[in-house]
């Protein structure tokens, strides 16, 4: 098994709405043809870009979020990852976030060893209120994900879905019963031969 494939940090946002049958997530699903995670429904998010460095933080970050995030990142890679998670839902879905200041940063998880691609993943959770445009306007997505919809949290369950979604579905759950932001972030680090399960709190 192949440990040095580079691993790239990355960012996903998962976008919750409220619904007439409860709380609703944003996915997609990946194109049956591509290296990572094909044909499985998703979070829009991808890695950090050289220029998500270059531009100042939109926003002030909601505090224990920003403090999570540099616990393991410098401060300008935390910047990147918040321009990284905007840039990121606008290209997949054409849906523009206003602000991230009430984003919560409620799961991290590093692709295990033996893939084709590898990320350090930092999700954050935001509130669908946050959105400029239509919610349901996807027509300025590009074409990485398809069958782009709000489901359900019970309705996502039924996808294909990468076990790490299955697991970050539990937390946005737990999440929305216990309030927000979540007593300790879940870390899957798999930078080893061996995963790790720790906390950022």
Not at 13 to 20: Q, T
Request: charged share 25%; proline share 9%; aromatic share 8%.
């Amino acid at each position: 098994m192949k440990y040095d494939i580079p691993i790239r940090d990355a960012a996903t946002v998962i976008l919750l709405r409220d619904g007439p049958d409860g709380p609703r997530v944003l996915m997609g699903q990946r194109g049956q043809s591509a290296v990572f995670m094909p044909g499985k429904f998703v979070f829009p998010g991808g890695a950090v870009d050289p220029e998500d460095f270059n531009a100042p933080l939109p926003d002030t970050l909601e505090p224990v979020t920003w403090r999570r995030l540099v616990e393991d990142a410098s401060p300008d890679l935390a910047t990147a990852l918040v321009h990284t998670a905007v840039r990121e839902l606008q290209e997949e879905t054409g849906l523009i976030l206003r602000q991230m200041s009430e984003a919560h940063f409620i799961f991290r998880a590093i692709t295990p060893p033996g893939r084709p691609r590898r990320f350090d993943a930092r999700f954050f959770l935001v509130n669908a209120d946050h959105i400029a445009n239509d919610p349901d306007d996807f027509s300025q997505a590009e074409d990485e994900l398809s069958f782009l919809q709000w489901v359900t949290l019970q309705g996502a369950r039924a996808f294909d879905l990468p076990f790490v979604t299955r697991v970050v579905l539990a937390e946005v759950e737990a999440a929305l019963h216990k309030g927000m932001p979540p007593e300790q972030v879940p870390f899957y680090d798999h930078r080893g031969p061996v995963g790790a399960i720790r906390a950022l709190r």
